[in-house]
T-cell receptor
């Protein structure tokens, strides 16, 4: 049961244009969403996140939009640069109970979208 | 500052051999710890997560097990490897309760031959 889905395995855009990566989720318990970027043979690196109480978060060229009613989020990169070429994963977090401290979180990742920014 | 160490970086093991991958985190206490696998052409699949010593949850039935002998140490093991265990294994940590990102190690490329 894939609770976080990225239906586009790949995306190709021209340098300077906007890249839009999409992600859908099914679990209404998710309360925090994140985007990661991954290069081959490396661990993913965190890009940007958004709490479920917001609908937009912006950080430089990266903006994440959240539509809770549609259970959909997207990452916009503008302008796109060749160095943005990588696999992008969306992730969703929901709280997990900890015995002693009362809180933890569990991240579930999507299947990833390979972005290629062409010159 | 916090750092995460994962080793080895690459591993080639014969079918039926045991496995032990180790992950340690420095600079934080009581982290949430994760093991993920990225199989060829697939996304990141959560294998195990742990919110504390003695608390390990398995996400998918498989040939692997995980243990957390110390607060900042997470071990992925197998008694007998299968060909299908090949993949890129990633350890990650985060702090709770929520609203925080996870930080990943550099990964281990496991090839079962």
């Amino acid at each position: 049961d894939q609770q976080v889905k990225q239906n586009s395995p790949s995306l190709s855009v021209q340098e300077g244009r906007i890249s839009i990566l999409n992600c859908d989720y099914t679990n209404s318990m998710f309360d925090y969403f994140l985007w990661y970027k991954k290069y081959p043979a490396e661990g993913p690196t965190f890009l940007i996140s958004i709490s479920s109480i917001k609908d937009k978060n912006e950080d430089g060229r990266f903006t994440v939009f959240l539509n809770k009613s549609a259970k959909h989020l997207s990452l916009h990169i503008v302008p796109s640069q060749p160095g943005d070429s990588a696999v992008y994963f969306c992730a969703a977090s929901h709280p997990v109970r900890k015995r002693l401290t009362g809180g933890g979180n569990k991240l579930t990742f999507g299947t990833g979208t390979q972005l290629k920014v062409e010159l | 500052s916090q750092t995460i160490h994962q080793w080895p970086a690459t591993l080639v093991q014969p079918v039926g051999s045991p496995l032990s991958l180790e992950c340690t985190v420095e600079g934080t206490s009581n982290p949430n710890l994760y093991w993920y696998r990225q199989a060829a052409g697939r996304g990141l699949q959560l294998l195990f997560y742990s919110v504390g010593i003695g608390q390990i949850s398995s996400e998918v039935p498989q040939n692997l097990s995980a243990s957390r002998p110390q607060d900042r140490q997470f071990i992925l093991s197998s008694k007998k490897l299968l060909l299908s265990d090949s993949g890129f294994y990633l350890c990650a940590w985060s702090t709770g309760p929520t609203y925080t990102e996870a930080f990943f190690g550099q990964g281990t490329r496991l090839t079962v031959v």
